[in-house]
């Protein structure tokens, strides 16, 4: 596994890659624009000329906004074009993939709500960059959310039905709250034969490495560092030496600043192991 973190781009994109080799980190990942703003930023010429010549690996994550199994035809909208506008910045960028929460059904039922994201996602991304490509993150399953699932994460990769333009971003803590064990070296090798049955471990494009404040199963959506929550340091650091995920990013997305993160993922996940 290849350790990186979320970063910061606070002062701007370019602020990430300075921070990222200042932490002496080879991949991260960064929000292209306000997670929390519908309208997205315009990228300058100096962030196209300095990410064209990166000598890291970054993944995008999409607004937090963003819920493509939504009923509500205005948020589908806003949905729809926040993540092609995030598309069209990962071109610009050279940024291949973008990690997207699923969506919530808020009571349309499962099913109902697993078809709609689909079918979003493949019409946006047949009308996007096709150096882009959608990560569909598991999620805690709290509410009504989707993709919590090894399951429902097999029928969105089916349905959207675009295999070289989609995969998977696997959180340790969002798995283990949904439910899957993660928390002895047992429980890792039993999960990720599990997942490799169900949806294919050659998916996984990118890892979230995150401990757990909540229980397994609890549903709860709480990160912590390494070693300091339910899961526990050993477990993610075979998983993170698994061959399977040699060339895979494992990005921290732990409490604390992009200094602390980088200590979290760097006790957890040696590059190469």
Not at 179 to 191: R, W
């Amino acid at each position: 596994m290849i350790p990186g973190i979320h970063v910061s781009v606070s002062g701007g994109l370019n602020k990430a890659l300075d921070k990222l080799t200042e932490l002496e980190l080879p991949c991260g990942q960064i929000f292209t624009s306000n997670q929390l703003q519908w309208e997205g930023r315009a990228i300058t010429e100096s962030e196209v000329d300095r990410y064209s010549s990166r000598s890291v690996s970054i993944v995008s994550h999409a607004s937090y906004l963003i819920n493509l199994a939504t009923a509500d035809r205005k948020k589908k909208k806003l949905s729809i074009a926040a993540l092609e506008t995030e598309l069209e910045r990962m071109h610009l960028l050279g940024i291949k993939w973008c990690v997207l929460h699923p969506g919530a059904h808020m009571g349309s039922g499962e099913e109902t709500g697993i078809g709609r994201i689909s079918s979003i996602a493949e019409k946006v991304l047949l009308n996007s960059p096709e150096d882009t490509g959608i990560l569909y993150e598991n999620t805690a399953g709290q509410g009504t959310t989707l993709g919590y699932s090894f399951e429902q994460l097999a029928r969105l990769l089916e349905l959207t039905g675009i295999p070289e333009r989609t995969g998977i971003c696997f959180d340790t803590c969002h798995a283990f709250a949904a439910g899957y064990d993660l928390s002895s070296v047992e429980a890792v090798s039993e999960a990720v034969g599990k997942f490799d049955e169900i949806v294919g471990v050659h998916n996984i494009k990118a890892f979230h490495i995150n401990d757990s404040q909540g229980e397994c199963g609890s549903h709860r959506d709480r990160h912590a560092s390494p070693g300091e929550g339910h899961i526990g340091l050993e477990p993610l650091r075979y998983l993170a030496s698994l061959t399977e995920f040699i060339n895979i990013p494992g990005l921290a997305e732990t409490p604390g600043t992009d200094k602390d993160r980088a200590c979290d993922i760097k006790k957890t996940v040696t590059e190469n192991r």
